[in-house]
């Protein structure tokens, strides 16, 4: 009885030995992911700025077309009356 008393408290031992680097590594582990979503949510915040950016910047080209063409238009318009 007494062994096995004595190879109880060995083994529980060891346990504890190795429950503190596990608990290390599992700590590790957790800030490992926050620090992995964190990148995530910075990445499509930044793909979403991005997006806004991109769809202004074709808004005001959109705009920019439509008067240049109202130029054009205008200026085809005035040459056709001079031709006349």
């Not at 529980?12 to 590790?28: D, F």
Request: aromatic share 2%.
């Amino acid at each position: 009885m007494q062994g096995n008393l004595d190879r109880l408290t060995d083994l529980t031992g060891e346990l504890r030995r190795q429950l503190k680097p596990l608990g290390r590594q599992a700590e590790v582990a957790r800030r490992a992911q926050s620090v992995q979503a964190d990148l995530r949510d910075a990445t499509f915040r930044l793909a979403a700025d991005d997006l806004v950016t991109r769809r202004a910047e074709l808004a005001d080209a959109e705009s920019v077309r439509e008067r240049l063409s109202e130029q054009v238009a205008a200026a085809v318009d005035r040459r056709d009356d001079l031709a006349s």
